[in-house]
């Protein structure tokens, strides 16, 4: 069978790898069902192939981007729900191919026979090839669809899924994010109905402070679309990750729940008093439900956000989705007590209502209560919406608001999940805590409000405000910051983030992730916008990336670290699939230097080295140096720089290249290419891989992988000598240092050059570094550390 033509998958076929060909949602299904033990409803997904033939032979595709060509502004709400409401009409009027339909329902018949039921019921739930990425995720742009039975009305369903790629909220998310609307494919995920008595979600990190000690649990009575949607309150519960114990939990008033009936249907029901009232899962399912959790994060390596149902049959715990979290998982923690400073003392302000904080921050304005979905369109830039509860349609409003109170949900609800990632200050759960916002709050009142702290007063708090508009560099300022020999850089990944970050006290940054800028704002292989004639797209998009950071930081200097895509990161890019290879082993693959000098990629590598000339000498900022990740062999150093120097960038006073140290051969043939760079900057995560040969992210051998192993130390001391020898500088970036003393302590003492951590752990790392070098000064004073600066077997 091939994979890319087929038309529908199961889900034992799929990995997480897959989403191109199945999208984010259906490729983690088939990651849980095919490389985990934890309990997933079987079930297929449809293709992407199978959505573009579907537009290909219906002709859609062109009508689409004619209707499409006559939204001119996203803003407008009004054009953009008659332009998507078009679209959404044309889809579902065609037919469905008669191939595609047929696949369809041949898979459909087969799920019946593999669980032993004819005509069985299923959900069907959207899944976008741009969906569930770190950098593409608002919550609900697609449709899903519960209790769908008889395989006609899952080929309808499935049709709807395809419209629902142009739903308002879906368009409005593409434009913002630079989505070209008809690279977006869509895949169907058929799966088996869980008749759930109780569903929620769980994340492994908090969602408002990023402290991932915890597992978050929320859950309600019924189907789980209650408690995604804010409809209802649900139970929370804290689970400490280390010795699985429950921490906190609140239980709240749980009256309505949506569930299903007999016929397959869903309807509303009130729920008995005593019941609404009772915890939804008993301790034992709480932590039968965290265990899980635990599995799902140590197998895909990051923050995961779930979703669980309980059986009403047989009352098995069940996991309906994972997929990587998207707000902690991609932004680099900052010191939240600067960014949202307490209230203190209230002292005799009137509190109007209080309710779950659930994006944090304090803002104070005009009040608007929206009670009618219809009036979101009326909606200021600057007020505070005041809602029952948001939907995934009012994000264009949202995005307008300056904080946002809502009377029912919980931390996972739409809003407070949109809120989180807008970073806009939002209370929910205002109802089962106080008295409803909407009833409360009037509209047009002047509120302040307290999202750190989950409470809503009356008028404009001006201390509080100014409080909260303090830029980051006031804190930074008030706080003393020693001065170190040992310099500390900083991490980053995100430009946009150069300016809030480049007040922290680093001596600038070690490690600007290029790939960011890729996945972030081109989304198209570079060899693919040559081909099509866009080649200043990527430089100029680079160069400005670069430029938001060295701007920020000058005159502090900037290392970027050229691209380091392995192909099967490549390939997920725009046009991808033309240029690049199948890979046993990616991670040891075509990747870094080995691809600058290579034919069939060089042309590409030359974008990235105008991009870094227009910053340096057009945009006049001499701050900016580069770094060659994954270089294996003297011969590759020599290559690469000399193909630099041909292009005009030649080492100098204030042009530095720097080596990524994370391959043995550049430890142990450091003298030779220290005749080629001026320094290096030790990637410990990779280095300690190879050194052990261990992949950190197979659980079997995980528990080898560890930055302090002797082997890993001993390789990093023989480096800081040999390239000292030659006048080289050397870094280290990564987390370890912050994370272990230990570590830090024996880089401090084996001389390193700098430590460069990711902006939360800036002011804390240095100040651990001074206190080094201060105890280090007392010991060269009394003779003693000196034995212990040569011991490498602690």
């Not at 929620?200 to 597992?215: A, P, S």
């Not at 978050?216 to 649900?234: A, R």
């Not at 105008?610 to 001499?622: D, L, M, P, T």
């Not at 020898?725 to 830090?744: F, H, M, N, R, W």
């Amino acid at each position: 069978m091939n994979r890319e033509t087929a038309y529908v998958l199961w889900f034992d076929e799929l990995k997480r790898e897959d989403v191109a060909l199945v999208g984010g949602k259906s490729s983690s299904l088939g990651e849980l069902t095919s490389s985990t033990s934890v309990p997933v409803p079987y079930g297929f997904a449809t293709t992407a192939h199978g959505y573009r033939e579907f537009m290909s032979k219906t002709g859609l595709e062109s009508r689409i981007k004619e209707t499409l060509d006559s939204l001119d502004d996203v803003e407008n709400s009004a054009l953009l729900r008659d332009v998507c409401a078009k679209i959404r009409a044309m889809i579902c009027a065609e037919e469905m191919p008669a191939d595609l339909a047929e696949a369809i329902r041949v898979s459909y018949e087969e799920l019946g026979k593999k669980v032993g039921e004819k005509d069985p019921f299923v959900a069907v739930r959207s899944s976008a090839t741009a969906e569930d990425l770190p950098d593409a995720s608002f919550a609900g742009q697609q449709d899903t669809y519960l209790n769908v039975r008889g395989a006609d009305t899952i080929i309808e369903k499935v049709k709807e899924c395809y419209a629902s790629t142009f739903t308002d909220r879906a368009t409005y998310y593409r434009v913002k994010q630079g989505f070209d609307h008809m690279t977006v494919a869509l895949s169907a995920a058929v799966q088996m109905m869980v008749f759930s008595k109780a569903a929620g979600v769980m994340f492994t990190v908090d969602l408002v402070t990023g402290d991932d000690n915890n597992i978050l649990i929320e859950g309600s009575w019924g189907l789980g679309e209650y408690v995604v949607q804010g409809t209802v309150t649900p139970d929370n519960f804290h689970v400490n990750k280390h010795d699985m114990v429950i921490t906190d939990r609140m239980i709240n008033d749980k009256h309505i729940r949506l569930v299903r009936k007999a016929d397959g249907d869903c309807i509303e029901e009130v729920v008995p008093a005593d019941e609404a009232r009772a915890q939804v899962l008993s301790d034992a399912q709480v932590l039968e439900l965290a265990d899980y959790a635990k599995q799902i994060e140590k197998h895909y390596g990051c923050y995961m956000d779930m979703e669980w149902g309980v059986d009403e049959r047989d009352g098995k715990l069940w996991i309906l989705q994972a997929r990587p979290e998207t707000v902690w998982s991609r932004k680099e923690k900052s010191d939240t007590s600067a960014e949202t400073p307490s209230l203190g003392d209230t002292g005799n302000r009137e509190i109007v209502v209080k309710g779950l904080p659930a994006s944090p921050g304090n803002a104070a304005g005009k009040a608007h209560v929206i009670i009618d979905p219809s009036d979101i369109d009326d909606f200021k830039e600057g007020e505070i919406l005041v809602t029952a509860m948001t939907a995934p349609d009012w994000v264009p409003a949202m995005k307008k608001a300056k904080a946002i109170v809502t009377d029912a949900g919980g931390m996972t609800c739409h809003a407070s999940i949109v809120s989180r990632e807008l970073g806009i200050p939002c209370i929910v759960g205002t109802k089962s805590r106080s008295q409803e916002a909407t009833t409360s709050i009037k509209d047009g009142q002047m509120i302040t409000v307290d999202a750190t702290n989950g409470i809503v007063y009356d008028g404009v708090i001006e201390d509080v405000v100014k409080k909260a508009e303090q830029p980051a560099a006031a804190a930074v300022a008030t706080e003393y910051i020693p001065v170190t020999g040992t310099k500390v850089y900083m991490n980053l990944g995100d430009p946009d983030l150069a300016e809030k970050y480049g007040v922290l006290p680093c001596d600038g940054i070690g490690l600007m992730r290029e790939e960011f800028i890729w996945t972030t704002f081109i989304h198209e292989h570079p060899l693919y916008l040559i081909e099509t004639g866009r080649s200043d797209v990527a430089v100029n998009t680079l160069a400005e990336g670069m430029r938001k950071v060295c701007q920020a930081l000058a005159p502090r200097q900037v290392v970027v670290r050229l691209s380091d895509f392995k192909s099967s990161e490549y390939r997920d890019l725009k046009g991808g699939d033309k240029y690049e290879p199948h890979e046993s082993s990616a991670l040891l693959g075509w990747r870094g230097a080995s691809r600058y000098y290579d034919p069939k990629y060089l042309p590409a590598f030359k974008l990235e080295l105008e991009a870094i000339k227009k910053v340096r000498n057009e945009y006049g900022f001499k701050n900016l140096q580069v770094m060659i990740p994954f270089c294996r062999t003297v011969q590759e150093a020599e290559l690469v720089t000399n193909l630099m120097a041909q292009e005009g960038l030649v080492r100098s006073a204030d042009f530095k290249i720097w080596l990524m140290a994370e391959i043995p051969s550049n430890i142990i043939l450091a003298d030779q290419f220290n005749k080629y760079v001026d320094g290096y900057s030790i990637g410990s995560n990779d280095l300690t891989m190879l050194v052990l040969g261990c992949d950190r992210d197979n659980e079997t051998v995980q528990h080898i992988y560890d930055e302090r192993n002797l082997a890993v130390r001993r390789a990093i001391r023989h480096l800081i000598e040999v390239a000292h020898k030659d006048g080289k500088t050397v870094s280290i970036c990564g987390q370890a240092p912050s994370v272990y003393p230990e570590l830090c302590d024996f880089l401090v003492k084996s001389g390193i050059d700098s430590i460069s951590v990711n902006p939360d752990a800036v002011k804390s790392t240095k100040k651990m570094v001074a206190q080094l070098e201060q105890r280090m000064m007392l010991d060269a004073v009394t003779g003693r550390g000196r034995q212990e600066s040569e011991d490498l077997t602690w």
